[in-house]
């Protein structure tokens, strides 16, 4: 990255404080992705294979019945952890301005003071930093209903699930132990299909930041400072 032309520095989303806040931040997304996401992945599909399989075993018919609010569950799940990132992207962008603002003027503060600009600095800080309350303010009204309603969507499957376990027990179809570990192991499931399901687009953020990160790293430089010719 060193090695590129001080022009392409000079440009606004290449300056210091854009630069060190892009990198530190894609390099925990490649992280994440290539330590973290891939094995909970693998972990997640044998601990479903595993589950489906003891499920149907124990209590088909109450397993089928679960099985089919798999897709409420999954969604109720998968809203609840997307509501609680809440408007994730366009308030880490605000706050990136922010210390890209106060990380460029702390860097040049001598020249910030000579020419007096210390309120001009201030109040273009506290715009950024407004722009984040109001995304702020905004997830938390859309978090608490989005809670409410993924919750009465999970209970509802729940409800669902034991009622139907009760009328197995009732006709003698099946018996409390095996009604019991059914409904748990195929509620375990569904949660680790919807925790698969939520880092597909971790995966993909990850994906983007490797090719962000490598971008900036192996960009050819417009003039080589090793070559006397372009110099």
Same mark, same amino acid.
């Given at each position: ?35 973290? /996401?891939? !094995? ?9 294979? =595993? +589950?489906?399989?003891? *499920?149907?075993?124990? @209590? ?69 930093? /407004?722009? !984040? ?9 859309? =978090? +608490?209903?989005?809670? *409410?309603?993924?919750? @009465? ?79």
């Amino acid at each position: 990255m060193l090695r590129n032309e001080i022009g392409w520095f000079d440009m606004d989303t290449n300056n210091t404080g854009s630069l060190t806040s892009t990198l530190a931040a894609d390099a925990t997304l490649v992280k994440s992705l290539l330590a973290e /996401r891939l !094995s909970s992945i693998m972990l997640n599909i044998s601990i479903t294979v =595993t +589950a489906f399989a003891i *499920g149907y075993k124990l @209590c088909w018919r109450l397993a089928l019945v679960v099985t089919v609010t798999f897709p409420i569950l999954i969604a109720a799940s998968i809203a609840e952890k997307e509501f609680i990132k809440g408007l994730g992207g366009d308030y880490s962008k605000a706050y990136s301005r922010a210390i890209a603002l106060a990380s460029e003027a702390i860097t040049n503060i001598y020249t910030v003071a000579a020419f007096g600009s210390e309120d001009m600095i201030t109040k273009q800080f506290s715009s950024e930093l /407004r722009r !984040s309350n109001k995304k702020a303010l905004l997830r938390a009204h859309i =978090t +608490a209903i989005g809670f *409410g309603t993924s919750h @009465c969507l999970a209970y509802f499957s729940y409800a669902l699930g034991l009622w139907y376990s009760s009328k197995l027990i009732k006709n003698k179809e099946s018996n409390f132990g095996d009604t019991l570990k059914t409904f748990i192991v195929k509620i375990f499931t569904a949660t680790t299909i919807a925790e698969t399901f939520g880092v597909v687009p971790d995966i993909v953020k990850g994906t983007k930041a490797l090719e962000s990160v490598f971008s900036i790293l192996e960009r050819i430089t417009e003039i080589e400072p090793e070559d006397s010719i372009s110099l």
